[in-house]
């Protein structure tokens, strides 16, 4: 199969727009993070945060996760273009592929994070119906 420089730079924008939203839910939940520190600091204890606490660990190890295989991607996505522009089609054809590869493990990584997500949010859910 002929690769032309081209297809590879169809995943850069790709790649761009899935990083930028793995940063911003790292950011928005490490501000749930900071939150929850603040409230501890200041002696606003809840009995139930240990569970909401797990969670947001697990969250934030999976954006890290999923930012590292984006950036492997677009790396890989890189020297596929570089390998087909010095004209070694197979290895830009392989480096092609890890980039594909990235994307879809990073993907799927970002889909179980998720329902993490979900999961913390119908736990506050939860305790909102329990105090009515």
Known sequence: MELPITTPALLFPAI???MLGYINRYVSTASVIRNYKRDHDSGLVRKDIL???NVLRKRI???RYM???AAGALIFACLSMFLIF???KDGGSIAF???LAGMIISIGISIYETS???R???MEIDKMIEKE
């Open 16 to 18: 761009a727009i899935l």
């Open 51 to 53: 569970m909401q606490l």
């Open 61 to 63: 190890e999976l954006s």
């Open 67 to 69: 930012i590292m295989t």
């Open 86 to 88: 010095i004209e070694y």
């Open 97 to 99: 592929g890890f980039a």
């Open 116 to 118: 993490l997500s979900n």
């Open 120 to 122: 913390s949010l119908l």
